[in-house]
């Protein structure tokens, strides 16, 4: 059954990239360069840190990026500029776009349509180049630079199309990449990345794009209030990411001494009854550290009975080669 609805899944996948290549759709342009970073899969290839790896360096090199994204999860409507003064912003404007807007308090907007939200940013603020986060799906708007994510973590059967694996599109739709990004290789054996290159190597010649191998690595821990969390005491960790398992595995490594893992849906919307919960939990069984992602952190720390309790840890992008090319293509916009 899964085998069919997937075979009709890429039948009108293939029919909406037909009809942009061959420009019965139109693709509309911004009047600013536009970095596209997406991938071909549904779930976390790590689309979001490397939006914010890249605003990052944008920043540095006295640029004004600004974000647009569809702002999935969010409980608002039609296009939003992300701002903080909305109650609960977080589920109001979508978490990873709160998120980022936090972090670099730059412009952001959220919208379905990517070139009318970038239409509507550029009304009212100024930018002087665009990052669309998971946009590799989303033709309607031209960009300079196509960047796709390959999780290469993820087992064989996940790279099949939905809904009897997790693709979105076929690999043929990566001619359109500008830039291919083999992500999470810290994760997997050069091994296994070697094989997983060979396979996709069999099912499209990636030869003549640029791709570069990504690591993604948890860093330093962060509280609100300055706080110093104790490795040596037990953890309670809690999640709504896309690859929880990882997530545990990657804090693990870091010896962290793990009690539990409370585990939600990527952009979980918490309410009182999970926070209480979780505190139940922590106190029936003496913890007073509870570990999170950055993602969650922003929408928990809402939440002030926990204010004590509650950590993050950063996630940073590292590139294993190519990063001098990766930019240079970026610093030619």
Known sequence: MLYFLSIIFKFFVCIKNYLYDNKYLKTLKLPVPVI???NLSMGGAGKTPLVDYLVKYLLKNKKAPAILSRGY???????????????NAAAFFGDEAYMLYSKHNIHYAVGKNRWKAGKHLLNKERADCFVLDDAFQHRKIFRDINIVLLDVSQPK????AFPKGRLRESYSSLKRADIILFTKVNLISQERL???KKNLSQKFCFKNILSCDVGYYLTDVVSGNGKKIDKSKPTVLLSGIANPSVFEKSVVKQNFLIQKHFMYKDHFLYTEKEVNSVLAYCLEHGINQVLCTEKDWHKLKEFLKWKDFLFYIKLEVQFVNNEDLF?????GL
Do not use: E
Request: hydrophobic share 30%.
């Open 73 to 87: 999860g969010r409980i608002s409507k039609g296009i939003q500029l992300v701002n903080s003064s909305k109650k």
């Open 327 to 331: 930019l240079s293509k970026v610093n």
């Open 157 to 160: 059967n996940f790279y099949q």
């Open 36 to 38: 596209s970073v997406g």
């Open 194 to 196: 070697s094989q997983f």
